[in-house]
């Protein structure tokens, strides 16, 4: 060992010790809230290391067929005139929303269960309090109730990579570049789709949906000062289309158009490659300013190499209600409301956002971030179940906060590799299922707050399937007739079930892997024992971030623990179970399902798309090529001078309005 | 002297080079790369074709065999170029010097403070050697000695930052200053210095035990010289032969020690820097490790070697200052 | 005749007892080190007789008439008598004994509780299912409480101490090994020798471990905490090495070593025997105080998951389940109280060694 115990203790706890950054990582929370969520590679708990996390905006799958299409070298393509377009296209008018009166509209019809004095006395101990708590302070403010001049501090629980909205890669980027971001599009809280009011006048579908045509507002001004154009629109596309530009997540969905192009300043047409269902959800990416990057991007095609990039990750030009006025890499970012996005040439032309400024402060550990909380240095922050539970119950906690929790649309799993001769059999994975202590993990490991796994798509989805979903319970005599059926026999007589393969006998033993943090672990675990009782052995791998990634893409893995988070539309699943897609690590092959999704792209009536995904839902359920283990919840912790925050399967933030729909009171 | 300086130092050059040779080979084997955390947030559907794959990697630099890549980055250290970090989009050296002086603040305090506590009680304790005294003070040692960091810096913060909320003794929390604009150098650095009061405890609370039982074992062995009781038989008293004659024998492992611990100064512990948030190296190193940063790693690993053959350097010559018997070849 | 016994004889009745056979004889006259290292053997005895400790599986037992020893499963998993899984135990001895065999009997372990998992209710009978969470108080059942999910503290703690024991003497023997040989041979040769040498401990001091660590990792197929150590063994011996090279540096121009040349030594024998004793002092403190940081170190190893893959009982695993709640102190306290006692422990220990082993002690011999 090294000399000094510093070195000792710490130099080996230097080299090996951290907790939050693998942790503390963007909570699990897919990324922009104003553009699309999609399948996204969760970890349990909050915490999951930043890269890792969420991949960003995309997934919805290519082209019409079920082949992943490999690029064809696109043919130069020449935008018709407008006039002739509008001559074609037989416009339909699409929704242009203001988000917030919506949301505040939703609100008000809903019933107030508690006063919010009754809300604020209240210890959220039971789903009734819950409920109370969301209900009286989850509202939006009346005429003057508001403070406008309030500041907020929030809890970031990793830095920022990058300040470049094209190069967005985590839930942290998400949370912060969100506020200063210019976008088009949005979701709201029940995941349709919709133009913002705020930048957008008019948005118009073309019968074929092969056409999107938008007409941006006049009075947009980027934070230097010029104009926010069409044309920045159609440059950013270019710039993220571009093979020399390493953005690749962002250009998943925006490689399914053929082109966008801007007609003037204020009208932007995208050309779809094909007439799908999906195709709202490419025309949403991130816009950069072209009077910025025009001269630059060429030269420098990382955007973080030149003297000018690096200028501008410093000091980043914003098109949204906030702009990045300090930062403190590694502490805190500091955000400020820009007076000419709501004050253009004098005229007040958009709301006013509810903060004057946003804090963000980085705090990675847990404990410490609990801390922060509860002395009032912090506004709000994610729990983990466990602080939930246990830290956050008692007076002291509750004399400047209170927290509120809701379902998300993340669920967690066991992948199995139905490639690999233990899991190809639909037997033997329903065996898993049965053998494994599902009633031990949701009560102890899950603190009882999570609800046990449906398959793919949450109960309360608008494409899950009516059909009762019996979870899985442990029943370990099924378990063995199914393995005993299926041929996992202990022959040898050593203890451990075998089965012929190939004139070999094949022990039951595999390895199944999963991230390093301690919940997964215990999970696993769990499996362990409880394979052990049947006898079949596991071998648990705990097992770095990258490489866990690595090795789920190379397929080379037998069994591992994962989650993902819903995206917005149900199409985005079809990453994961058709033939040979890109997430589907676990090679599951069913020309049944390849059909279904293929036909739900193209459909476009919403009741009958939801047919289709039902009956997928009820097909994987019977296949098992997951053992789906339980939905998790977001929990929060929230300061009681806050109001407003309401949440949606994606959580309170990743959404439309998202975090613009808080606010302080008046004192 | 200057001939032996020339020579460690050119002894040095070659030594960092293997270093940096070994440790690039290295971290390139490990499996994963800064782009497969990028690959895995492709668009799946699209399968990955490999004439994409081979421009992303163009772009960062990986498609060239790592030896290759290795030479690239020396070309470039060697005109003072760090290179830029992959994951971060900002240049090595601003990564570093934003992390160095809080780093240094905080370890090269805790050294000090370490040191200033260690050896009155290493002396104390080899004076009292087997009094009960002695004895309660050696315990107590090693009970700070085994609390983890983490408990300690939890109670640490629970007392002095939420039960003492308002009193004057009140620290901060976490992080390395209160965020708000100083007038003066002065009241910045007070307000470092405040900041850092937690930290810095919990840097060094673990260390004292380890460091007053090195001087106290060494002293024991001087103590029993010959020459020690030649000094006591000729009448001095026990703190002249403690402090003039047994202590400063014990100056060449001290020597060593400080030699030892001077990487430990850009070091920084991981485990503190991120429970309260302090930017520091070590958390740097370990973030950077994990997304696979390769200029990143290769330019902390840089310094940290640069460091430490300064610091045996440093060692060898004082060896020959503090001990007469001891020559530099 | 008159025959006189030669005078020198009597004094020769006890035969010498070399340098190491004098200092035991020493050490065993310190009363703090013995204590120290009769703690020590007993965490010896406690890391063999775990299973016998805690544990769910009999001791030995009599099974459809034959003798069968189950709790060596603790050890191995391979070495679970298969009859068990034949005859659909599922791992749960009291009731199913009993009702498949009326004649059979059992020697059980002291306390009935599992390192790796938590008690089900009713398993044996009358014994409630371990409390989790904030529940998992220490209590008439479970004597150190028990973890988040419900896991005995103690059971964990007893087969943890294997671990703990193996991974200090592990780590530290091959650094101690390395670095005093390296150390001792650079500082007595000097020139090319002490060049080549300490470049080679400076490169191995500037390769950051966690790299190594990760490396280790892609390489092997089944990483163990073994593994872990050894790395950090093979890279931990440089201060060892430095502080052992200066010693010599200083030493090897004492009129003592001079003498010994003199006489025909070698320099092995010179360097082992004659100058290592004085050598010593410097290098105690961080092998003494380096096993008991061998646990903290494997907890931290632990909780970045490089440590044993589960099913594993550790200390350090205990200290990272406390990490989330520390509101469960008996998960700090426990684990706390036996790392200070080894850290304890082995200081006396070293400082009773370091005692026994000057030679300016040895009692001249009237």
């Known amino acids: ?667 | 002297m200057i001939h032996y300086l020339l020579r460690r130092l050119a002894l040095g050059l070659v030594t960092l080079l293997l270093i940096t040779f070994l440790v690039y080979a290295l971290i390139r084997a490990i499996p994963g790369t800064p782009l497969t955390a990028a690959v895995a947030q492709t668009d799946p559907s699209r399968r990955l074709n490999p004439a994409d794959l081979e421009r992303m990697n163009a772009a960062y630099g990986l498609d060239k065999p790592w030896y290759q890549a290795y030479f690239l980055w020396l070309s470039n250290v060697a005109r003072g170029d760090l290179g830029r970090s992959i994951s971060r989009k900002a240049p090595v050296t601003q990564l570093i010097g934003e992390r160095i002086g809080p780093t240094l603040a905080l370890s090269g305090s805790s050294l000090l403070l370490a040191w200033a506590l260690a050896i009155p009680l290493g002396l104390y304790t080899a004076a009292r050697s087997g009094k009960p005294d002695e004895r309660a003070v050696n315990l107590v040692l090693y009970m700070l000695y085994s609390v983890p960091t983490f408990v300690a810096a939890l109670a640490l913060q629970i007392t002095f930052s939420i039960w003492s909320e308002g009193k004057l003794w009140e620290l901060p929390l976490f992080g390395m200053t209160s965020g708000e604009a100083h007038e003066t150098t002065i009241a910045w650095l007070a307000d470092v210095g405040w900041h850092s009061i937690l930290p810095l405890a919990c840097m060094t609370y673990g260390g004292l035990a380890w460091d007053a039982r090195f001087i106290n074992t060494n002293l024991q062995e001087v103590l029993r010289q010959d020459y020690i009781r030649t000094a006591r038989a000729k009448g001095a008293g026990s703190f002249r032969v403690l402090g003039h004659h047994a202590f400063r024998n014990t100056l060449i492992p001290v020597v060593t020690l400080l030699g030892l611990s001077l990487p430990a100064l850009l070091g920084g512990s991981v485990i503190i820097e991120q429970i309260f948030t302090w930017p520091g190296m070590g958390r740097l190193f370990f973030e950077s490790l994990r997304e696979r940063d390769y200029p990143t790693v290769m330019g902390l690993t840089l310094v940290f070697s640069l460091l430490t053959l300064a610091g045996q350097l440093l060692a060898d010559i004082l060896y020959a200052l503090v001990d007469p018997r001891v020559s530099l070849e | 005749m008159i025959t006189r016994k030669d005078p020198t004889a009597v004094a020769r009745d006890k035969p010498p007892r070399g340098f190491w056979g004098e200092a035991w004889g020493r050490f065993r006259r310190m009363p703090l080190a013995m204590a120290a290292l009769l703690f020590v053997c007993f965490l010896a005895v406690v890391a063999l007789f775990a299973p016998a400790i805690a544990g769910t599986k009999p001791v030995v037992c009599r099974y459809k008439g034959s003798i069968y020893v189950p709790c060596l499963a603790y050890f191995n998993r391979d070495w679970e008598p298969v009859v068990f899984a034949t005859d659909k135990f599922r791992g749960e001895y009291p009731q199913n004994l009993r009702d498949k065999d009326p004649e059979s009997w059992a020697i059980w372990p002291l306390v009935f509780q599992d390192p790796y998992r938590a008690v089900r209710a009713d398993e044996w009978p009358g014994l409630p299912a371990n409390p989790t969470h904030e529940n998992g108080r220490p209590n008439s059942r479970n004597l150190f409480g028990t973890n988040q999910e419900g896991i005995d503290v103690f059971a964990k703690m007893v087969h943890g101490t294997l671990v703990a024991l193996l991974v200090g003497f592990v780590s530290m023997g091959i650094a101690a090994t390395i670095g005093i040989t390296l150390g001792a041979i650079a500082g007595y040769f000097g020139g090319v020798v002490d060049m080549a040498i300490s470049r080679v401990t400076e490169v191995v001091m500037c390769i950051p471990t966690l790299i190594l660590i990760l490396a280790l990792l892609a390489i092997v197929e089944k990483p163990t905490i073994w593994k872990m150590m050894a790395v950090l063994g093979f890279t931990g011996w440089t201060g060892i090495s430095r502080l052992m090279r200066a010693e010599f540096l200083r030493l090897r121009s004492a009129e003592f070593v001079t003498a010994a040349r003199a006489l025909g030594a070698g320099p092995g024998r010179i360097i082992f025997r004659h100058v290592l004793p004085n050598a010593l002092a410097p290098v105690v403190v961080p092998i003494t105080f380096g096993i008991a940081a061998a646990i903290l170190t494997e907890s931290g190893l632990s909780f970045l998951g490089f440590g044993q893959p589960p099913p594993s009982a550790s200390w350090g695993s205990l200290l990272n389940n406390a990490r989330s709640n520390l509101q469960m102190w008996w998960l700090v306290f426990f684990p706390g109280t036996a790392i200070f006692l080894t850290v304890l422990a082995f200081n006396l220990i070293g400082e009773g060694l370091q005692k026994a082993t000057d030679p300016r002690l040895r009692e001249a011999r009237k």
């Open chain 1, 1 to 667: 060992m090294p000399a000094r115990p510093r070195f000792v203790r710490e130099h080996a706890l230097v080299v090996v010790g951290l907790l939050a950054v693998c942790l503390g990582g963007c909570g699990g929370k897919p990324t922009q809230p104003q553009l699309k969520p999609e399948p996204v590679l969760g970890q349990p708990g909050l915490e999951t290391p930043p890269l890792a996390v969420e991949p960003g905006p995309h997934g919805t799958a290519g082209g019409t067929s079920e082949e992943p299409p490999v690029a064809p070298p696109e043919a130069a393509f020449t935008p018709p005139p407008l006039e002739a377009l509008d001559h074609d296209a037989k416009w339909i008018d699409r929704p242009v929303r203001d988000a917030l009166k919506d949301l505040a509209t939703e609100l008000a019809a809903e019933p107030m269960l508690a006063s919010a004095a009754e809300a604020l006395a209240l210890k959220n101990n039971s789903p009734v309090n819950n409920a109370k708590i969301l209900s009286a302070l989850g509202r939006l403010p009346t005429e003057g109730e508001a403070d406008f001049g309030a500041r907020v501090n929030r809890h970031l629980a990793v830095d920022l990579s990058s300040t470049n909205p094209i190069m967005q890669s985590s839930a942290a980027e998400s949370d912060v570049l969100g506020l200063t971001n210019f976008g088009l599009f949005s979701f709201d809280r029940h995941l349709e789709p919709f133009a913002a009011a705020e930048t957008v006048e008019k948005w118009q579908t073309s019968v074929d949906a092969m056409l999107d045509k938008v007409i941006l507002r006049d009075d947009l001004v980027w934070s230097d000062g010029t104009p926010i154009t069409a044309h920045d629109v159609a440059f950013s596309f270019k710039v993220i289309m571009d093979d020399r530009v390493p953005v690749p997540a962002v250009r998943s969905g925006t490689d399914q158009l053929r082109c966008v192009h801007a007609y003037d300043d204020r009208t932007v047409v995208f050309f779809h490659k094909a007439p799908l269902a999906t195709n709202v959800w490419n025309i949403n990416f991130p816009v950069i300013p072209k009077h910025v990057y025009d001269d630059t991007w060429e030269a420098d095609p990382t955007l973080k190499d030149s003297p000018q990039h690096v200028e501008l990750e410093a000091k980043p030009i914003a098109g949204g209600p906030y702009e990045i006025v300090k930062r403190i890499r590694g502490q805190e970012i500091l955000l400020r409301a820009r007076d000419d996005w709501h004050t253009v040439d004098g005229k007040k032309v958009r709301d006013v956002p509810f903060f004057k400024e946003i804090r963000f402060r980085i705090i990675e550990d847990p404990n410490t971030g609990l801390l922060a909380l509860k002395k009032g240095e912090i506004d709000e922050m994610a729990l983990t179940p466990e602080q939930w539970k246990t830290q956050t119950t008692s007076d002291d906690y509750y004399a400047r906060n209170t927290k509120a929790t809701a379902t998300e649309w993340v669920s967690f799993h066991f992948a199995w590799n139905t490639k690999s001769p233990y899991f190809s059999d639909r037997r033997v994975r329903r065996a898993m299922g049965h053998a494994f202590d599902h009633e031990r993990m949701l009560e102890t490991t899950c603190h009882g707050l999570y609800s046990p796994g449906t398959g793919i798509f949450h109960p309360t989805a608008w494409m899950a399937t009516k059909k009762p979903i019996e979870p899985y319970r442990q029943d370990l005599d099924r378990a063995e007739a199914l393995l005993d059926e299926a041929g996992w026999v202990d022959h040898d007589n050593d203890g451990i079930r075998d089965r012929e393969i190939d004139g070999r006998s094949l022990p039951f033993e595999f390895t199944v892997l999963c991230s390093q943090q301690p919940m997964a672990l215990e999970i696993c675990t769990l499996l362990q024992q409880s394979l052990e009782r049947i006898g079949v052995r596991v071998n648990v791998r705990p097992t770095e971030f990258t490489v866990l990634q690595q090795k789920q893409l190379d397929k080379d893995f037998d069994a591992a623990f994962g989650g993902w988070s819903a995206g917005s539309d149900p199409d985005t699943s079809s990453n994961i179970w058709a033939t040979g897609e890109g997430r589907n690590f676990g090679s599951y092959s069913n020309p049944e399902i390849d059909k279904l999704f293929a036909e739900g792209r193209t459909e476009l009536d919403r009741s009958r798309r939801a047919e289709k995904y039902a009956r997928i839902q009820e097909i994987l359920w019977e296949d098992q090529p997951y053992t789906w283990l339980y939905w998790r919840n977001s929990f929060y912790g929230f300061s009681k001078d806050l109001r407003g925050y309401v949440f949606s399967p994606r959580g309170p933030y990743h959404y439309g309005p998202g975090f613009g729909s808080l606010w302080k009171p008046t004192p």
